[in-house]
T-cell receptor, first 114, second 112 residues
């Protein structure tokens, strides 16, 4: 068990650029979640996949955000035309597909918009 | 409106003291998880509780889930500097899908 892996750990970009983050879940976990965390706050849910199907999206996930999990393994989160307000830690978590299974988090991608 | 309220928000204590962190809501949760997070890292799972009234112990940490599954507490006995961090409670709402709703967090600092 190598844990949830996220790449890159840090991303600095100019406003208006597109960015893409990758998440590799724990190998036997078929549920994958994306959260966003700003300084001093708890994480907020963005979206969730069961295998390759995206089953739920938060209202926080504007049209500029898109997430994929094409083969039911790793996932990508893309932000187009980044804005200052997108600066945050983007966290990925995974879990087994049973009720009340705990979610295990990666160390996140810290996004800074200049 | 914050669904899960944690108190206190900040706590600074001396090594060896005991402390309790509270996590309260007006909503019922099917499960509740406690995490600890250090700067620049993701939350690390400490415990999951699913049954009302359930008590779980992890070394010097004691977790309790309220009878009505609306609240939880984390008690640390004889705190150590290594306990320093951000403690987060997170619940799965009954009928709320699989997403976690996180509390506001409690920043704990344990000094020598």
């Amino acid at each position: 068990d190598t844990g949830v892996s996220q790449d890159p750990r840090h991303k600095i970009t100019k406003r208006g650029q597109n960015v893409t983050f990758r998440c590799d879940p724990i190998s036997e976990h078929n549920r994958l979640y994306w959260y966003r965390q700003t300084l001093g706050q708890g994480p907020e849910f963005l979206t969730y996949f069961q295998n390759e199907a995206q089953l739920e999206k938060s209202r926080l996930l504007s049209d500029r955000f898109s997430a994929e999990r094409p083969k039911g393994s790793f996932s990508t989160l893309e932000i187009q035309r980044t804005e200052q307000g997108d600066s945050a830690m983007y966290l990925c978590a995974s879990s087994l597909d049973y009720r009340n299974q705990p979610q295990h988090f990666g160390d996140g991608t810290r996004l800074s918009i200049l | 409106t914050q669904l899960l309220e944690q108190s206190p928000q900040f706590l600074s204590i001396q090594e060896g003291e005991n402390l309790t962190v509270y996590c309260n809501s007006s909503s019922v949760f099917s499960s509740l998880q406690w995490y600890r997070q250090e700067p620049g890292e993701g939350p690390v799972l400490l415990v999951t509780v699913v049954t009302g009234g359930e008590v779980k112990k992890l070394k010097r940490l004691t977790f309790q889930f309220g009878d009505a599954r609306k609240d939880s507490s984390l008690h640390i006995t004889a705190a150590q500097p290594g306990d320093t961090g951000l403690y987060l409670c997170a619940g799965g709402l009954t009928g709320g899908g699989n997403k976690l709703t996180f509390g506001t967090g409690t920043q704990l600092k344990v000094e020598l």
